[in-house]
């Protein structure tokens, strides 16, 4: 069975940084991309980043680029994104997926991050 764990969403000033973690089980875990993604209230789920099974290609949605970062362990089975100088327009409920080509083939049940003063 399928799982991925996300963890590490709270409520953080803007301008600071938060990391979020993705542990996964019941699957391969460095045969597949993995990816981040985010839904803000009364707004549609958004991609945030994805990242290869060697961790060598990433790729970042133009909001986020050069603020997050997209990293994996194989080893740990485990997928992290670094979230540096956050922004309010940042909160939302942030999941982590299994990604397939174009296709999502699970997701996790999500983590809350609150950027607000």
């Known amino acids: 069975q399928v799982q991925l764990v996300e963890s590490g969403g709270r409520l953080v000033q803007p301008g600071e940084s938060l990391t979020l973690s993705c542990e996964t089980r019941?699957?391969?875990?460095?045969?597949?991309?993995i990816a981040w993604y985010r839904q803000a209230p009364e707004k549609e789920r958004e991609f945030v980043a994805r990242?290869?099974?060697?961790?060598?290609?990433?790729n970042y949605a133009d909001s986020v680029k050069g603020r997050f970062t997209i990293s994996r362990d194989n080893a740990k089975k485990t997928v992290y994104l670094q979230m540096n100088s956050l922004h309010v327009e940042d909160t939302a409920i942030y999941y982590c997926?299994?990604?397939?080509?174009?296709?999502?083939?699970?997701w996790g049940q999500g983590t809350q991050v609150t950027v607000s003063s």
């Open positions: 997926a299994v990604a397939v080509g174009a296709n999502i083939r699970s």
């Open positions: 019941g699957f391969v875990f460095n045969a597949y991309e």
């Open positions: 990242i290869s099974t060697t961790g060598h290609r990433r």
